[in-house]
């Protein structure tokens, strides 16, 4: 296992599944279905993430200096207090919380004791918009709110600075990330899949997407140092990004469900 390692994957994660019986509605939407994860699977990535795990505490303002990996989760889906945060305390692992804000108390969805309970875990809290419409479709009126809004919700529900949110979809574009910086967030989680380095611009950070696709042996490859796995991911997405620019937000997404569901 080498022991530099510059390049950091963020690890992008939304919800996990306790077995074949769970019976929340969210976990049988088919948009949804390649994110969401056995808490068995869970399981055994962050027992190998263990073997690297940074000493140093896991801060805003350091997000992956000094870090072999981040883990982030987005949404804030019940099951990242009820099933995520167990596993994380019991390995001593650190994570990224980013909350859809409106979403907040739904059934599915964290209530505010639970973000509370992350917070006061070590966690970090961040926001992922009010409502997750694609902000890149939003007149900017539309677009600070969500941005202003989501925030101020999880200052006042938390006490504490919200510096940090991550993109609903992934989508974006030059003025997103302009109404965001101008919104007072000084980090910025993307969709864009590759591997962050501490020279990166904080508002523009990439992460790794985890589906149920991925096996052990991408988690062992990339923790090895071989970026090989992701590198493939983003040719991949680079080419489902000028789908997206040709089709628009709504078709594409159209077109996507359909082909999950065949």
Excluded at 50 to 77: E, Q, R
Excluded at 96 to 102: V, Y
Excluded at 144 to 166: H, K, N, Q, T, Y
Excluded at 178 to 201: F, H, N, P, Q
């Amino acid at each position: 296992m080498p022991q530099d390692f510059p390049m950091i994957p963020i690890f992008m994660y939304h919800a996990l599944r306790s077995g074949p019986g769970d019976t929340d509605p969210h976990l049988s939407d088919p948009a949804a279905q390649p994110y969401i994860l056995s808490l068995s699977d869970f399981n055994l990535q962050t027992e190998l993430m263990t073997i690297l795990a940074a000493k140093s505490a896991l801060s805003w303002n350091s997000i992956i200096d000094n870090k072999s990996f981040v883990l982030s989760f987005d949404d804030g889906h019940r099951s990242n207090a009820e099933l995520a945060l167990p596993v994380l305390a019991q390995k001593n692992l650190k994570a990224a919380f980013l909350i859809t804000t409106d979403w907040i108390g739904r059934p599915g969805y964290m209530a505010e004791s639970q973000i509370r309970e992350l917070a006061q875990a070590g966690m970090l809290i961040g926001s992922h918009g009010r409502s997750h419409r694609y902000l890149s479709d939003l007149a900017d009126a539309e677009l600070d709110d969500e941005l202003r809004g989501s925030r101020a919700r999880l200052e006042d529900l938390l006490g504490i600075e919200v510096p940090a949110m991550s993109l609903p979809g992934g989508r974006s574009n030059a003025r997103v990330r302009e109404r965001v910086a101008a919104a007072g967030y000084k980090i910025l989680m993307t969709s864009r899949i590759g591997l962050a380095s501490a020279g990166d611009d904080p508002l523009d950070l990439p992460r790794v997407p985890v589906t149920n696709r991925l096996g052990l042996e991408f988690f062992k490859r990339l923790l090895a140092g071989d970026d090989s796995d992701v590198r493939r991911m983003a040719r991949s997405a680079r080419i489902r990004d000028f789908a997206k620019s040709i089709l628009g937000n709504q078709l594409y997404d159209c077109l996507r469900v359909m082909l999950i569901r065949k």
